[in-house]
């Protein structure tokens, strides 16, 4: 029935205008989510960093493992943050998009034509390529082409080559830089090792690991579902 209204009825502008909104809405709620979740993950991250810190301080037999626990977070919290930041980004050019758009419709009912807009097709079609973003982006393509606001949009996703690649090691200057802005004040006063301290038992300790594991398993976890 819509298919064949579309044949002799020209599409109705402000019902083209509202979806349009609705669709932006819903990504720039969707970016909201997934940041608030990665504060959340970086928050989680930057304790597990002091708990390990803490550990080694406390045994000295542990302190070995104890410091490379750290710098296995610090990496998480490095691609955390990266994260966090491109989804920022993504979303000031969403809500640039959604002021081209909204500024397109005005303009449409003053002059009653809409020109297609270079600008809004060069951000939908960065944002398309996000895995976060791909399949609603598409949709709202697809709007902004039948009203005439966009002449194309780009379907394909990133080459992998061309991907933010989360899982790339990063450099240990970084770390250490990450490290330091976590550990500066305890870095500042822990000195020395003490002489004597008092060994952890071991089936205990076992039990800490796992556990520290197990979190950083969540933790990988829920970078990978943002992405999803």
Do not use: W
């Not at 502008?13 to 909104?21: I, L, S």
Request: charge should be negative.
């Amino acid at each position: 029935m819509e298919s064949i209204r579309a044949v002799f009825f020209k599409p109705d502008p402000q019902a083209q205008a509202r979806k349009c909104n609705s669709l932006i809405r819903a990504n720039v709620r969707k970016l909201d989510r997934d940041i608030a979740q990665l504060k959340a993950v970086e928050n989680k991250t930057k304790d597990l960093i002091r708990q390990a810190s803490r550990r080694g301080q406390r045994n000295p037999s542990q302190a070995k493992h104890a410091q490379a626990e750290t710098r296995t977070y610090a990496r998480e919290l490095i691609r955390v943050r990266k994260t966090a930041s491109r989804l920022i980004t993504s979303k000031a050019q969403l809500n640039s998009v959604s002021m081209q758009v909204t500024e397109a419709f005005a303009v449409r009912k003053i002059e009653g034509s809409l020109k297609a807009s270079t600008g809004i097709m060069k951000d939908v079609n960065a944002l398309v390529r996000l895995p976060e973003l791909m399949g609603t982006m598409q949709a709202l393509g697809s709007e902004l082409v039948k009203a005439g606001i966009m002449e194309e949009m780009i379907d394909d996703a990133l080459p992998m080559g061309e991907v933010v690649d989360e899982e790339e090691e990063e450099a240990e200057s970084e770390v250490d830089k990450v490290l330091g802005e976590i550990l500066k004040d305890r870095m500042g006063k822990a000195g020395p090792a003490p002489a004597e301290a008092v060994p952890a038992a071991p089936v205990q300790e076992e039990i800490e690991e796992d556990d520290q594991e197990e979190i950083l398993n969540q933790m990988r976890g829920r970078l990978e579902a943002l992405k999803s």
